[in-house]
């Protein structure tokens, strides 16, 4: 449903964007305003309308302080309207998504809009954050199930938690143009000359990045699992940003801000859709911890086919081989953790070592980051379905993969669903 939403709003926007164009006004405040309440109309064209949403501009507070001025925000309940002014003034745990809208994205746009979004990123909610959305980023990055005694985490793995509270914490940052860097490698360079011109300074490390960076024809996502992930690397390199042309501006939009919704029980994931196709990104922004010291970065060309390829193709669940990883799956998903220290008796430690290892690289099972050796599932539904004689296993939370089961089962005998020989457990 998502993606025939995003259309939608698409072609709303592009005709509504088409009338600003030729409205050849050169006042740049009068400018900003004509953008700025185009996308406030295509935003509350996307959100739930039985929720108390609302797309306003003005200021956010926490409790350090107040942002700077904010193009677009979608907030949730009743705000405060500055006195005759369209600002209102809302805290920032009401508020789930800002938009810096920027009519032609510049080099000084770039920076005005980090900028902006950055006083966001700093502000202190007065209540916490919900630690399923926190476990959900840390799980995505790290490959490892959330600690309970931090006195016993690796620095690194500290550090990542730390960053998950943080990114949890904050609303989705968003930066929109509606002209300017019209290919991907136009868009990868100027990021990177920004970036360039700001790493190691005070105040751009992670947690500075927007979650989104959007023109045209190119978006830049953070890697954050919210909704996109990528885990870091032996080496310690987590892609953190990468861009992609596969999404129209406003679907990347919907991506963002229906992930918070959903988890903030707003929005079922079923409107989601099919969600089979998995987004094509280029690496472009590395980021590793280094313990004592901060972060380093490595940032890529801006020719696309010299950096890394992240993900393609259609979504597939893990099969599971032979006999134990399947029964390793029903064993935590019964039991919830496996100390390969205290293997219960009559299981072959070189076997479970082996299923343990697969089952982690396929980003199933990882282990606790206080418990090294206690490894439990990396999903908040794991069910495993059975197809023929093999088996497989994946995330279900959204349905998808009932909807690849059913998908299977259609192409193999042409039956409606039901009449398939398949069964799932979780």
């Known amino acids: 449903m998502i993606k025939n939403v995003a259309e939608l709003l698409q072609q709303i926007a ?110 202190e909610r007065a209540t916490p954050v919900s630690r399923r959305i926190v476990e959900v980023i840390f799980r995505s990055i790290t490959g490892r199930s959330p600690p309970d005694d931090l006195t016993k985490v690796d620095p690194v793995l500290a550090m ?95 991506e963002i801000i229906w992930c918070r919704l959903n988890y903030l029980q707003i929005l079922s994931a079923e409107l989601f859709g099919e969600d089979m196709e998995l987004e094509p990104f280029t690496r472009l922004l590395d980021a590793k911890c280094v313990p004592n010291i901060g972060w380093e970065f490595t940032a890529y060309s801006a020719n696309t086919r010299s950096s890394g390829k992240l993900v393609a193709g259609r979504w597939k669940p893990v099969e599971l081989r032979g006999d134990v990883e399947p029964t390793l799956i029903g064993y935590l998903g019964k039991h919830g953790e496996l100390d390969m220290d205290d293997l219960p008796v009559g299981c072959p430690p070189e076997d479970v070592a082996r299923a343990v290892e697969r089952l982690v690289a396929e980003g199933l099972v990882g282990a606790f980051a206080d418990r090294p050796s206690v490894y439990s599932l990396l999903t908040d539904e794991c069910h495993c379905v059975f197809l023929g004689d093999r088996v497989y296993a994946a995330e279900n939370s959204t349905g998808r993969l009932t909807r690849w089961l059913e998908k299977q089962i259609q192409i193999k005998t042409g039956s409606p669903v039901g009449e398939g020989s398949a069964s799932s457990e979780r």
């Open 14 to 123: 592009d005709r509504h964007q088409a009338v600003a164009d030729r409205h050849r006004i050169k006042h740049p405040v009068a400018i900003g305003s004509m953008y700025e309440g185009l996308t406030q109309d295509v935003l509350s064209r996307g959100i739930p309308p039985n929720a108390d949403l609302r797309v306003v501009t003005g200021f956010i507070e926490g409790r350090n302080g107040r942002s700077k001025q904010i193009d677009c925000m979608v907030v949730l309940g009743p705000g405060e309207q500055q006195p005759f002014t369209q600002n209102w003034i809302y805290n920032v745990d009401q508020v789930v998504a800002v938009i810096e809208v920027k009519k032609s994205m510049t080099p000084k746009a770039l920076s005005d809009g980090f900028e902006n979004l950055a006083s966001v990123a700093v502000l």
């Open 160 to 254: 990542f938690w730390h960053l998950a509270i943080v990114e949890a914490s904050t609303p989705a940052r968003i930066l929109l143009g509606f002209h300017g860097y019209k290919t991907e490698s136009g868009m990868r360079r100027a990021l990177v000359n920004f970036l360039n011109n700001r790493i190691n300074k005070k105040g751009y490390g992670p947690l500075a990045f927007p979650h989104l960076v959007v023109v045209r024809n190119t978006a830049a996502v953070k890697a954050n699992g919210l909704p996109w992930g990528r885990r870091i690397e032996d080496d310690g390199r987590w892609a953190m940003v990468a861009t992609t042309t596969a999404m129209s501006p406003v679907r990347a939009l919907l």
